[in-house]
């Protein structure tokens, strides 16, 4: 009677082992619409940022005679 209760408790963890994922998928919320919203805004405001410093620098290289490359 004991190898049957050591087998059966044996065979089940393996069984619960075996089917289990290694990773989760990642979750899904209610917030990754907003999150993925404001990313993309950093990501917009970075480039006006950007565009911005290029025209500063351009506008800062004419006032001082600089040619523009």
Not at 4 to 14: D, N, Q, R
Request: net charge negative; glycine share 2%; with cysteine.
């Amino acid at each position: 009677m004991g190898y049957v209760k050591c087998w059966t408790t044996a065979l089940a963890v393996l069984f619960i082992a075996a089917c289990s994922s290694p990773e989760p998928p990642p979750k899904k919320n209610v917030f990754d619409p907003l999150t993925q919203q404001i990313d993309r805004a950093r990501d917009v405001q970075k480039t006006v940022d950007e565009n911005a410093e290029h025209v500063r620098k351009a506008i800062d290289n004419q006032e001082r005679g600089e040619p523009t490359p």
